[in-house]
């Protein structure tokens, strides 16, 4: 591919992702009043962001790290506790 066709094409992409990555957080904060997934669409919205921008992958890992912190807070648990990712805690047995 050609060098001034290579460049068009990235920044079609990094355009494209961008609008995409805009209209999900847009409708995501739209339906954050609503009862519904209004801030897993936001969240959504970020990760493709992500893909192209450092600073919406910062700004998804600080949310990502935040919601854990609230789920451990309103679970009355220690996040030290917490088994590290993608491990099951030790007290599942899927035979039983």
Do not use: N
Not at 11 to 28: M, S
Not at 30 to 44: D, E, K, N, T, V
Request: glycine content about 8%; overall charge positive; some cysteine.
């Amino acid at each position: 591919m050609s060098d001034p066709m290579r460049s068009l094409t990235r920044h079609g992409k990094r355009f494209a992702v961008t609008v995409a990555g805009v209209v999900v957080v847009i409708v995501g904060i739209i339906l954050c009043p609503l009862p519904g997934p209004g801030i897993a669409i936001i969240i959504g919205g970020l990760a493709i962001l992500a893909t192209e921008y450092v600073w919406a992958k910062r700004l998804l890992h600080w949310v990502r790290d935040k919601s854990r912190q609230t789920y451990d807070k309103v679970r009355h648990r220690d996040p030290a506790d917490r088994p590290p990712r993608g491990e099951r805690p030790r007290d599942h047995d899927p035979a039983r």
